[in-house]
């Protein structure tokens, strides 16, 4: 799944000017222009924040168990196939970086942390883009984060 490049500079501006009440965010998530979706979710410590999924690669189930649609190659080295696509991932990631500084200005400076996330600390919400998986045989997601201001990623154990 992949959103366009028309997609993402839409994005940007529109979070920026989401209303947010960040105690009561919809149960249903909240829809931005180009047809994108944030999703409401929850941290490990309770705080309410909203995701959404711009690319995600396969789900790595199948490779890491010998078979699937892959090469006898990719097969006898399903660790190098993720890597491969840690690294189309991060590829995916740069422009949309890029995009978000146009808009939200430079970020804020690198914590601590994974060196595939940004952030950008703003008065209201704090904006993250970033590479996510939850485990290794799930797929690698290039996602967006809106979280309560002050707030990283790091910060919400996520």
Do not use: K, N
């Amino acid at each position: 799944m992949s959103f366009s490049a028309a997609t993402h500079a839409a994005l940007w501006p529109a979070l920026l000017s989401l209303p947010l009440t960040w105690e009561a965010l919809p149960e249903m998530g909240v829809a931005v222009p180009g047809g994108l979706h944030l999703v409401r979710r929850e941290a490990p410590d309770g705080t309410l924040f909203l995701r959404a999924v711009l690319h995600t690669s396969e789900d790595f189930q199948a490779l890491l168990d010998g078979r699937g649609d892959y090469t006898e190659e990719e097969l006898d080295d399903p660790y190098a196939v993720i890597d491969d696509r840690w690294a189309e991932a991060s590829e995916r990631l740069q422009p949309l970086r890029a995009e978000a500084a146009q808009t939200l200005g430079a970020p804020s400076p690198s914590e601590e942390g994974p060196a595939h996330r940004t952030h950008w600390l703003l008065a209201d919400r704090t904006v993250a883009v970033g590479l996510d998986q939850a485990d290794q045989d799930s797929p690698i997601e290039v996602c967006v984060w809106l979280l309560p201001p002050g707030r990283t990623l790091r910060h919400l154990d996520l």
